[in-house]
């Protein structure tokens, strides 16, 4: 079965820093990949996703990601951190290979953002 | 557009004792997920649903979990009886595909249950 595990359950960073969250996923022949955001007390909310094609996607708020398909990896970077980027990461994986429909949710990452 | 609306916001309740939750969908969304969301985990899909009919409920314990959606728009998911491991947020999400893994899904905000 998929899994997905998100290296850091915390992350610290000081405003207009860069920071790089990571994620791995279990290997397989193809994947879709995604990233969500949660704010406090909101649900999550798509950052980007990866489905095919170029291995660098971009997404809103000026996050994107890299895939990896040779170390599994679906890293989320940004060049300069906000206040407002202060929240919870999940990367989520879903494997068409299987014939199912599920999404699988990593533990997620928490990022604060430090005046 | 109006997002996905989920109600109440916060229960507390015993054990044993029995709740339910509402979700109402995006207009349109023929997809319909519920995810279980304990402290420090991501969300675990319970069950998912297209339109009116069940295509995933693999995750659900059926012994105390229902859900239902029978007009194929809002859905109702019922614990009956809470134990104190329920205690998580139960969070709704749609998606306007046939279901499939590349389908955006919109989330809505949540119930947060505690069993106490």
């Known amino acids: 079965a998929q899994s997905v595990t998100q290296l850091d359950s915390q992350v610290p960073v000081f405003e207009e820093a860069p920071v790089e969250l990571r994620c791995n996923y279990s290997s397989s022949v193809s994947v879709y990949l995604f990233w969500y955001v949660q704010y406090p007390n909101q649900g999550l909310q798509l950052l980007l996703k990866?489905?095919?094609?170029?291995?660098l996607v971009k997404g809103i708020n000026g996050f994107e990601a890299e895939f990896n398909k040779s170390q599994t990896s679906f890293h989320l970077r940004k060049p300069s951190v906000h206040i407002s980027d202060t929240a919870e990461y999940f990367c989520a994986v879903s494997d068409p290979g299987t014939g199912g429909f599920k999404t699988i949710f990593g533990a997620g990452t928490r990022l604060f953002v430090k005046a | 557009e109006a997002g996905v609306a989920q109600s109440p916001r916060y229960k507390i309740i015993e054990k044993r004792q029995s709740v339910a939750f509402w979700c109402n969908p995006i207009?349109?969304?023929?997809?319909l997920y519920w995810y279980q969301q304990i402290l420090g985990q991501g969300p675990k899909l319970l069950i998912q649903f297209q339109n009116n009919g069940v295509v995933d409920d693999s995750q659900l314990p059926k012994d105390r979990f229902s859900a239902e959606r029978l007009k194929g728009v809002d859905s109702t998911l019922k614990i009956q009886p809470a134990k104190l491991e329920d205690s998580a947020v139960y969070l709704c999400?749609?998606?306007?595909?046939?279901?499939?893994?590349?389908?955006?899904?919109?989330f809505g905000p949540g119930t947060r249950l505690t069993v106490l």
């Open positions: 990866y489905l095919s094609g170029s291995t």
């Open positions: 207009s349109g969304h023929a997809t």
């Open positions: 999400a749609s998606s306007s595909g046939g279901g499939l893994s590349t389908d955006t899904q919109y």
